[in-house]
């Protein structure tokens, strides 16, 4: 198949949608994490029952990408009717009872959680409602390895409209939108685009930034196996207005997944002429290739992606210049991350004045969110801009997993804040999380309950830091270590009062002075969980004790002797033989040996031991 | 355009970092991984270390001065206590992950760290925890790696990579653990390194120092069966002044051969003797190459380091080279055969030392093809930094010193001879003796200034005896690097110099540091040799009355079957 | 042609098919770890001269991605993921509870080379944490008991091949 003019992908479009239209479709999720929970099984089993009962002809199936709800994952649809947590031994019944006899298979549908009920459609899952999908617009949708797919989903229309403008109109489009970039400060795209347009040079690139390492965010990887043309067009939109004919998507080697679709897409395009020389008859050619990381965070941050792309340690450079006038091979680049161009063909084909209608007066749009941690409904969730947390928290998520209470909702990755509950009815925007000391990052959002200790937080998104940091510049490299020692030695019960104040300073400098942004950020987690929670971090100081009972050095396990009636249970289970008795005799812990693993309090019937 | 620097409306040029125009008016920002030598382009803007930084109106972060450009209307402030606050926590910061060994440190009192901790006014180090340990590597003969000194200034990764494009050191490891390593963890010697001492003379702490070879030289001057002779290359004399506080570019010829002669050598003669016989050996292989189709073009050979680049890098074109030893390997051969026989002493009880400007030599002096015999050449060779450090040991106040002269073997040099410790003067010696011999009359030009300078490639061809000899000069490895894939592309040459180190020997790793990274030193060292030369009353080597008397007593004929056996070598593979 | 040859054969033939050399090293250790399972010195330095670059800088690369291993790896590779919504959810007790069980340390291998240990940073199946992944097979909402149990079935598993 090759698409020669925007005619001809006019009337693939057309037949491809009253084609579509006509069937029934079973679509099961093939993104990472429902593939981690047997989804292919799944997928091969109604590939071999479809056969088997002769309707292989009546009934297509396909995998799609993540529909987002990952809490309830494997997922899997027949036509508007959603199934959830679904085995392979599902299969047949699914065939026999919906297909063949047409009775939805009432035990596989989502209940609701105050109702209890079975939801039947899609549409009416608390989950969905709220939401607005743009990124995600194709994602559970479309066979993220059929072009045709994605092109009777009006694939390629936005490329093919924007040829016939001026790459300076295309621009103005983007800029009118107010589209922001969703990996991390939210710089203006339509600008960015505009000055890598105006550097001069005839070779110039345009980069994908898929290198997602917030750990816990994992928005863009749904969005690469999800829909990845979405990205692929985008990135020629961005090319032909800017003036580059290369482009270069740097993505995690962790994402085997994503790479696959990727490669694949990129291929069918090229097939297509979507990609490649001429497109669409026009002067314009582009053409794209995959450079995977190799398992470093830093790379993220734009010019250490630069340099990884070049082979190199993914050091950061010294900006200025900065990318759009000096970039990739010292060329003018423009680097969007995935999400950014996820959001292009929709601009393009709707108008930048509806994009701008959505969202809040400087945030315009959608994000999505990738809700996880101690929440009922883990998942991506795409929302408008100016959305509060708590609806993103109590009414999408669903609230807090075993009813415990919300501590603190944690965004930005280890670049962001921890946010605490009182601030749960401020719309998201840019501005509004950076003026709580927190930051948009690429959109991970933790929840925390109760039993988590904000100093073990602090510590444990520096221990990531200093795990990351590339080591090039003072600040980061011997700095946050220091932090990170002091927390340390907080958390097992040495800290001093003036060590409070060093947290305060050394991380105040270490943002003002180190290379690149993730130096630059590296202590916010310290810093916002010092601003909300001063008072956990005072009582592991002062008092020796860690209010959430989670740093181990702080805490003692005592059995009451009132209460045990020495079952020996507890000792049978101590992994360090720490607990010694005789049978019926209260038992006693041995503190020495104790690693506090807790096992014996989930072991012990009749609460005698306790933690403190 | 204008910016305000602390609170002065200054001019600025398009392109000028903070660093360039604070410096410009006087004011100063502390600095530490910044190097920028100016005349041998040399310039490491990596920003790493986070000392220089200093706020700008309108940016959240403090900016480095070093490669922050100015742009027109910019305010800046240098000294704002947020400034001066983060630079000393930075400087904490690198303490805290330092030894403190400072008093016995081989960079005590000229260590940029401890200059700046002092500057600073760092009284106490607030931040302790983990420190880095590594292993110090003392496997080579002429530098000794010492990473827990490291402070990743990139200065030495710089220098070996972009300069010399030799690539020994690369950063290793990510984060806390990151640390300027060799291949796998390497020992130096095993490496490709050329031992040129180019990353010595640019680190700014204790990380990378010379071998001190000063207690063997005590050692010999002490033994009484011990016959010393000591030999000083034409670049330390117009150098080791500036170790004793003389301003650069000042020849301290007589003070020098003074105080060898006050620390009890036995003999002081001048490496500039065996320079006159290394152009009569190199001038006769030239000439024969020339008239009987040999190998051309030819390449000058007394830079031990670049040696070792072309032996690893260019294994190809080992047929190039001059087979001349390099001069003060000539001379140890001279001194243990000729010189031996004339002062009637065993050639084992002779020690011969060096003062060399530079690092390679060491390594050279140890290579088992100079040897005659099964003895060494040469035994020992100190630096100049390391005469200069004899010298206080024995007391001596240098600049009181009578000037005194070289003894009178071995000692008589011609003006041809001195510009070696420059670069393009070993060509300029060549071309100077082997035009009159092939032109059969000595020539009269004598200042050859096309071949002079310090831009890193120059090339010139000179009409010799109807002849357009093309001429190529090349100093730092990174330059001659582009020599030799010229040549290996099949451009042609007659003649070509190289030395490893940006000006020559001059610039060598074993030379005073350039207070303040002020390269004009560089400049001031060449004219001095330069004027040495106009002032000698020989200036072609091939006249030096010594040099001819050596070849009618004991050598022969240039180039013939004895001169040959002592003066020459030859090269190794090392690509594999 | 014996094994080691052939492997070489694919590592040279697959840096050989390069345009140009530029910026190639990243892709060829990737290449050469698939090939090899890890990268040797050996290795390195052979890439180092196919590339002509200096092998400083190969060892420099390598040792700055965690993704490349310089030692082969256990047979079976258990990666606990660190990412912060497993971490929230326990993540750090199993992995402490793989350490101890198998006696070795984050990045070790057990000396039977049936085992080695690896802490990673997200996977993406956040739905399932805490998660621990096993050449490649995510187990989901791993709690410290299911770590015998899943080294038991791989144990077992080797008893009975």
């Known amino acids: 198949m090759r698409i020669n003019t925007v005619e001809e992908l006019d009337k693939l479009a057309k037949s491809l949608k009253e084609q579509k239209s006509a069937e029934i479709i079973i679509k099961t999720c093939a993104g990472t994490g429902c593939m981690s929970s047997d989804s292919a099984k799944i997928l091969k089993n109604f590939e071999i029952l479809l056969k088997h009962h002769g309707l292989d002809n009546k009934v297509s199936f396909q995998p799609t990408g993540c529909f987002g709800f990952c809490e309830q994952g494997p997922i899997v649809k027949v036509n508007d009717v959603f199934y959830v947590q679904v085995t392979p031994k599902d299969v047949n019944e699914i065939i026999q009872s919906h297909i063949i006899d047409g009775k939805p298979v009432e035990r596989l549908l989502y209940r609701d959680k105050t109702t209890g009920e079975a939801v039947k459609s899609f549409d009416d899952i608390q989950f969905y409602k709220r939401q607005m999908r743009i990124a995600l617009r194709n994602c559970g949708d479309i066979n993220p390895e059929s072009l045709e797919d994605y092109i009777a989903r009006d694939g390629y229309k936005a490329l093919a409209k924007s040829l016939a403008m001026s790459p300076q109109d295309v621009i103005n489009e983007i800029k009118q939108s107010g589209l922001r970039g969703r990996g991390g400060a939210g710089f203006p795209t339509g600008v960015k685009w505009e000055i890598a347009a105006n550097s001069a040079g005839k070779k110039k690139f345009v980069l994908c930034n898929a290198d997602e390492g917030d750990p816990g965010a994992f928005m863009d990887r749904s969005i690469l196996e999800g829909d990845p043309n979405s990205v692929i067009e985008a990135m020629a939109i961005c090319a032909y207005s800017i003036g580059a004919d290369e482009g270069v998507i740097y993505i995690r080697a962790e994402y085997p997944l994503a790479v696959h679709r990727l490669e694949t897409a990129i291929k069918q395009a090229t097939e297509a002429g979507l990609l490649g020389e001429n497109i669409f008859g026009t002067n314009f050619s582009f053409k794209i290739s995959l450079s995977l990381g190799a398992g470093a965070f830093v790379c993220g941050e734009e010019t250490s992606l630069m340099n990884s792309v070049e082979g190199l340690r993914g050091e950061p450079r010294v900006k200025p210049p900065f990318p759009a006038e000096n970039g990739l091979w010292q060329k003018p680049s423009n680097i969007n991350n995935v999400e950014t161009y996820a959001n292009i063909c929709p601009i393009i084909l709707n108008g930048g004045a509806w994009f701008s209608k959505i969202g809040t007066e400087k945030s315009k749009g959608t994000k999505v969110f990738a809700l996880a941690g101690k929440i009922n409904n883990v998942g991506l969730v795409e929302v408008p801009m100016g959305t509060t947390l708590r609806e993103v928290i109590f009414e999408i998520g669903e609230g807090i997993r075993n009813g415990k209470a919300l501590k603190a909702v944690q965004t930005g990755g280890p670049s962001g804040g921890c946010i605490p509950a009182e601030c749960l009815d401020m719309p998201i925007d840019y501005e509004s999380l950076v003026s709580i000391g927190s930051m948009m990052g690429s959109g991970g959002m933790i929840v925390m309950d109760e039993d988590d200790c904000m100093v073990d937080v602090a510590k444990f998104y520096l221990d990531f830091t200093v795990d990351e940091s590339c080591g090039k510049c003072t600040p980061c490299r011997i700095g946050n270590l220091r932090l990170k020692e002091i927390l340390e030695k907080i958390c097992a019960g040495n800290g001093e009062e003036k060590d409070l104040i060093k947290l305060k300073e050394l991380g105040e400098i270490i943002k003002d002075t180190s290379l690149c942004g993730l130096g630059q950020t590296a202590p916010n987690p310290i810093l916002s969980t010092m601003n909300y929670f001063m008072d956990e971090y005072e009582a592991h100081v002062k008092e020796k004790r860690c209010p959430a009972g989670k740093c181990k050095d702080l805490l003692q396990y005592k059995i009451d002797p009132t209460k045990c009636v020495g079952c020996t249970l507890c000792a049978k289970n101590c992994p360090t033989d720490a607990i010694s008795g005789e049978v019926k005799v209260a038992h006693k812990i041995e503190q020495d040996k104790c690693i506090k693993c807790g096992t014996c309090i989930q072991k012990c019937r009749f609460e005698a031991i306790s933690r403190g | ?491 042609e040459f007659h003649i070509i110099e190289v030395m490893a180190c940006p000006g020559g020997c001059i610039g060598g790793g074993g030379q005073p540091y350039y207070l303040e990274h002020d390269t004009s030193v560089l400049r001031k060292r060449a004219e001095a040799l330069y004027a040495e030369d106009k002032e000698k009353a020989i200036r072609l080597s091939h006249k030096n009355p010594q040099i001819i008397k050596l070849y009618e007593e004991f050598l022969g004929d240039p180039g013939g079957h004895k001169a040959h056996a002592l003066l020459h070598t030859k090269y190794v593979r090392r690509d594999n | 042609m014996n094994e080691n040859d052939k492997q070489l054969a694919e590592l040279d033939s697959y840096i050989d098919s390069f345009d140009t050399k530029k910026g190639k090293l990243i892709v060829s250790l990737h290449k050469a770890q698939d090939i090899y399972g890890y990268l040797s010195v050996d290795i390195q330095k052979h890439i180092a001269k196919r590339l002509g670059i200096p092998a400083s800088k190969v060892y420099g690369v390598v040792t700055f991605y965690s993704f490349f291993n310089t030692t082969p790896k256990g047979k079976y590779s258990i990666d606990v993921c660190m990412g912060t919504a497993c971490f929230v959810r326990g993540s750090a007790d199993v992995l402490e509870e793989f350490k101890s069980q198998l006696k070795i340390d984050v990045g070790g291998t057990t000396e039977d080379g049936l085992f080695s240990l690896d802490s990673i940073r997200c996977v993406g199946a956040c739905g399932l944490a805490p998660v621990v992944s096993v050449n490649g097979k995510v187990h989901g909402r791993v709690t410290r008991a299911d770590v015998s149990k899943i080294l038991d079935d791989y144990k077992s598993k080797e008893a009975t091949a």
């Open chain 2, 1 to 491: 355009m204008n910016v305000t620097i602390n609170n002065l409306n200054v001019e600025a040029q398009p392109g000028q970092t903070i660093l360039d125009v604070a410096k410009e008016n006087d004011i100063h920002i502390p600095t530490l991984c910044h190097l920028n030598l100016h005349d041998t382009k040399v310039v490491n803007q990596v920003a790493t270390c986070r000392v220089c930084m200093v706020e700008i109106e309108g940016r959240r972060n403090l900016m480095p001065a070093c490669s922050t450009r100015v742009s027109d209307g910019m305010v800046i402030k240098t000294n704002t206590p947020r400034a001066v606050k983060s630079r000393r926590t930075i400087v904490e910061l690198l303490l805290s992950n330092h030894p403190k060994d400072c008093l016995v440190c081989e960079r005590n009192q000229n260590c940029e760290l401890q200059a700046l901790a002092a500057e600073l006014g760092v009284r106490d180090v607030e931040y302790k925890g983990k420190r880095s340990r590594h292993d110090k590597d003392t496997s080579s003969y002429s530098l000794i790696r010492d990473p827990e000194k490291c402070v990743l200034c990139r200065r030495c990764e710089t220098m070996c990579n972009k300069v010399q494009t030799v690539g020994v050191y690369s950063a290793v490891h990510r984060g806390f653990d990151t640390v300027m390593g060799t291949a796998f963890d390497e020992p130096i010697l095993d490496t490709v390194c050329t031992f040129c001492g180019q990353c010595v003379s640019v680190c700014p702490t204790g990380a990378l120092t010379q071998v001190d070879n000063t207690s063997e030289v005590w050692k010999a001057i002490n033994d009484p069966d011990k016959f010393v002779i000591v030999q000083t290359a034409p670049a330390v004399r117009v150098a080791l002044g500036e170790e004793f506080g003389v301003e650069a570019g000042t020849s301290v010829t007589g003070k020098m051969v003074a105080a060898l002669k006050l620390m009890g050598f036995d003999k002081v003669c001048d490496t500039d003797f065996a320079a006159d016989l290394t152009i009569m050996e190199e001038a006769t292989e030239f000439i024969d190459r020339l008239k009987n189709g040999g190998k051309l073009p030819i390449l000058t050979s007394c830079c031990p380091a670049w040696v070792k680049f072309i032996e690893h890098q260019f294994p190809d074109l080992l047929d190039i080279p001059s087979t001349c030893k390099s001069p003060h390997e000539m001379f140890g051969a001279i001194a243990k055969t000729y010189l031996a026989e004339k002062l009637d002493i065993d050639p084992k009880k002779i020690v011969v030392v060096s003062v060399m400007p530079c690092l390679a030599k060491k390594y050279e002096a140890i290579r088992p093809e100079l040897s005659n015999k099964e003895i060494q050449n040469v035994d020992f060779v100190i630096t100049t930094r390391e005469l200069a450090r004899m010298i206080r040991e024995a007391g001596l106040t240098f600049n009181a010193l009578d000037d005194d002269d070289f003894d009178d073997m071995l000692g008589e040099s011609t003006g041809a001879s001195v510009i070696f410790g420059t670069t393009g003067g070993v060509v300029e010696a060549a071309v100077r003796t082997a035009a009159s011999w092939l032109e059969g009359k000595d020539i009269e030009k004598f200042d050859w200034t096309e071949l002079r300078g310090l831009d890193g490639i120059r090339v010139a061809t000179v009409p010799i005896a109807g002849v357009d000899v093309k001429i190529a000069i090349a100093h730092g490895l990174g330059n001659a690097r582009k020599i030799f894939e010229r040549i290996r592309a099949g451009e």
